[in-house]
């Protein structure tokens, strides 16, 4: 595993392989990881990347294209030698599903081996009820297996990204008490479970976004990062030396509850969730008698919904800005990506505006981190959630998704 000290000036990927007998599982892992990171490369390359022998290789290589999960490309020609024959991932050697389920919407993603987007369905509604969700969920598997017809059998598994407590601060989404209750005596992942024989992974849904931007996104380039994504309210994730970082709960990168001010006796303070969700700016629409729904597409730059979100941004920008100012104190972070369900354009004024409220900080003792955009926008969770099960399938070191910089130690076994 990669430390900070000994990390080169630009990371470069090392998955190492072992050339020991009993092997075989791990290796094809670690080839299979080489050229999702790198793309197509020839057997001589992956043997120099992976530090396995050129007949390794060659058995490895042979070995997953008769399985269907890697393919033999047409040869490079017009150079000195015998042309070089690129291998290349199998966009149908598996497949993955997504599902994010939120305060205000499900989504699900069917992706194939090499991440893209195959099929798409969505369900929105003010609040979930557990059974009405449920049994659009099991339709929609069900829909998803017809759709890859005999392919269905290399379906990986269900990757579900979802709130930790989908029933919390219900007085704030104004959710009657019993219907917010109904969601503390389900088993999520139980559930699902009992829907299919597919293996099924639970994860945060703020921590299902990192992963997106982590795997497939801007975060392949950063070692360390702390992760914002603006929903109904906003939440986050965390990397530290390019592993995704949990917490003992599963809930790390929790900005939305930091606290925005000091609290003493009588004074309970907000939360940044409070100021800086996109519930406070579909509420100041609202309470314009506007479309609160504007807060996702263009119509939020424009008039008459661009005067509210003025007012959002201001509130919302000094209150990621004191997060992202704790966070850099506590963990000595030098990036910071943002993301959100919003358009790129909005996302855009959120960075400058937080840039602009990290100016009135003083960073006297402390390195100031740098703000970036994140890539993946609305599908981040859905995607996060679909990677899991390809990671655990077929990565070397699913716990760390592996990137650049984040090197597989051979496993001597």
């Known amino acids: 595993m990669s430390t900070r000290a000994s990390a080169p000036a630009q990371p470069q990927l090392r998955p190492r392989g072992s050339n020991h007998v009993g092997m075989r599982q791990y290796n094809e892992r670690v080839v299979l990881q080489a050229i999702r990171l790198h793309g197509e490369l020839p057997k001589a390359d992956l043997a120099r990347l992976t530090h396995l022998s050129t007949q390794t290789v060659s058995l490895i290589v042979n070995r997953l294209i008769e399985d269907g999960l890697l393919l033999k490309l047409d040869p490079l020609r017009g150079r000195i030698g015998q042309p070089s ?62 759709r890859l017809g005999d392919g269905a059998g290399r379906l990986s598994g269900i990757g579900v990204a979802a709130p930790l407590s989908i029933g919390g601060w219900q007085s704030l989404l104004g959710v009657p008490p019993a219907q917010a209750r109904a969601w503390q005596e389900v088993d999520l992942s139980a559930r699902i479970a009992l829907m299919t024989d597919l293996p099924v992974h639970l994860i945060k849904d703020t921590a299902a976004a990192c992963v997106a931007e982590l795997v497939a996104g801007r975060g392949r380039s950063m070692k ?61 629409y609202e309470a314009a008698g506007l479309d609160g729904l504007a807060a996702t597409d263009e119509r939020a730059l424009e008039p008459p919904w661009a005067v509210h979100t003025r007012v959002w941004l201001r509130h919302a920008s000094q209150a990621m800005a004191l997060s992202i100012v704790n966070a850099a104190c506590l963990l000595d972070i030098s990036d910071v990506i943002i993301d959100g369900v919003f358009t790129r354009d909005l996302l855009s004024r959120v960075i400058a505006h937080v840039e602009e409220a990290l100016d009135s900080h003083s960073w006297e ?41 984040a090197a597989p130690t051979p496993n001597p076994a």
């Open 365 to 405: 003792g402390v390195q100031r981190p740098s703000i970036r955009g994140g890539t993946i926008g609305s599908d981040a969770r859905a995607l996060g959630g679909a990677l899991l099960p390809l990671y655990a399938s077929f990565a070397p070191d699913p716990e760390v998704f592996l990137k650049t910089g």
């Open 224 to 284: 360390s990062f702390l992760y914002l994504f603006v929903d109904t309210f906003i939440g986050g994730g965390l990397v530290i030396d390019s592993h995704l970082y949990a917490g003992a709960q599963g809930n790390a990168g929790a900005v939305g509850s930091m606290p925005l001010s000091l609290a003493g006796p009588g004074n309970t303070p907000g939360q940044v969730l409070s100021a800086a969700s996109l519930l406070g700016l579909q509420r100041l």
């Open 85 to 146: 024959v690129p291998i290349a991932l199998n966009p149908d050697g598996a497949y993955s599903l997504g599902v994010k389920i939120g305060r205000r919407g499900m989504d699900v993603l069917l992706i194939d081996f090499i991440g893209t987007v195959r099929e798409r369905w969505a369900m929105d509604y003010e609040f979930p009820d557990p059974d009405t969700l449920f049994d659009a969920l099991q339709q929609i598997l069900r829909a998803a297996e017809a």
